[in-house]
């Protein structure tokens, strides 16, 4: 189960947690940590003896088909149905826990890459970031969708906006939304100097069925021909669609799909996710500044996490924490880092 995998995950970095709270006398994070540790013992134990049980049947099985005893083979019967029985009860339990326990809805998410401070090296980094957060809705069995995707002549990203679709995903991904900062050397950099370089990531939850209602006549709709990569049958045809809220200002332009159908579908989802977001935030902000308040001016200096290579770590400068390997972050173990963050920052 991928929720047990992720649970195991959580409870490793709680006991690493744990010991810095303790040797920063942290007693009331100390308490915080040691009950969720209690209840994902809780959780874990049950797991063992699923697991225990689901041997002791595959004893009997074998018994079953290899002895020739009937007595034997009568008790081996009788023993595996109670096996049975119990099995499907403790697995009815623990499914039961662990969606209570990651709190899992199914739901979707609209996320947005862009390169920031850092030219070409930021456009790579942002490739680096969508690949990363693709291959973790890969490991959770999400589905993904692309929606638009802008590529440099070097192969980075100018710009990358997608869906993910799952149970618990906009739990588990509102707070990657931020300034993301990269230090490393980049291929190209032949005196071997570190190069510092940011890309934003912004995180909005798509809307469900009548959250929010578009009126027809504040859009305007507008179809040109797609550019870049397709084929001469994308670009020879006016596939590409442009439309303008009116009473926002915002425009959503899509050309990623063959027909001007499904470009339209994903430029209005894309729209509906963004018109949410500022319904969401309209008592906070001006809506000129709404999306801001995840990346803001992409400054080095307003990053909420650093990945730095030449150290192999990962540091959250929200909850002020750090995870090594960065290699196996990036090819999306997100896991510790989201829970982290999730433990911290949920309470505020």
Same mark, same amino acid.
């Given at each position: ?20 709270? *303790? ?30 049980? *689901? ?40 499914? /039961? ?181 500022? *319904? ?13 308040? *995840? ?7 307003? /990053? ?45």
């Amino acid at each position: 189960m991928e929720e047990i995998k992720s649970l195991e995950n959580e409870y490793k970095e709680i006991l690493k947690e744990m010991e810095v709270a *303790q040797k920063n006398k942290d007693w009331v994070g100390l308490g915080e940590l040691a009950k969720r540790k209690e209840e994902i013992e809780k959780v874990l134990k049950k797991f063992e003896e699923i697991k225990k049980i *689901q041997k002791a049947i595959a004893e009997a099985e074998m018994i079953l088909q290899t002895e020739k005893n009937e007595e034997l083979k009568g008790l081996a019967k009788k023993e595996k149905e109670g096996l049975t029985k119990k099995l499907e009860e403790l697995e009815r339990e623990l499914q /039961k826990t662990c969606r209570k326990d990651t709190k899992e809805e199914i739901g979707s998410v609209i996320i947005e890459i862009r390169p920031g401070v850092g030219g070409e090296e930021a456009a790579l980094f942002a490739k680096d970031l969508f690949s990363m957060y693709l291959k973790y809705a890969n490991k959770k069995g999400w589905k993904t969708k692309i929606f638009e995707t802008k590529k440099t002549d070097l192969d980075g990203i100018k710009e990358a906006i997608f869906e993910i679709k799952g149970e618990g995903v906009f739990e588990k991904l509102k707070y990657e939304g931020g300034v993301h900062r990269v230090q490393r050397i980049p291929e190209t950099e032949k005196s071997g100097r570190i190069h510092t370089s940011t890309a934003s990531v912004v995180v909005l939850k798509k809307p469900k069925g009548a959250e929010i209602k578009i009126k027809p006549q504040d859009l305007k709709i507008e179809t040109f021909r797609a550019s870049g990569p397709g084929g001469q049958y994308v670009n020879r045809r006016e596939s590409a669609v442009r439309i303008t809220h009116i009473p926002s200002g915002i425009v959503i332009s899509c050309q990623s799909e063959r027909t001007q159908v499904q470009n339209r579908e994903n430029a209005l989802a894309i729209l509906e996710a963004r018109l949410l977001k500022l *319904q969401e935030e309209k008592q906070e902000k001006e809506i000129q500044n709404i999306r801001k308040s *995840q990346i803001g001016r992409m400054e080095r200096s307003e /990053k909420i996490r650093t990945y730095n290579f030449p150290q192999d770590r990962v540091t959250d400068h929200r909850i002020k924490k750090t995870w090594h390997n960065i290699e196996e972050i990036l090819s999306g173990n997100l896991d510790p880092i989201i829970g982290g963050l999730t433990r911290n920052l949920n309470k505020f």
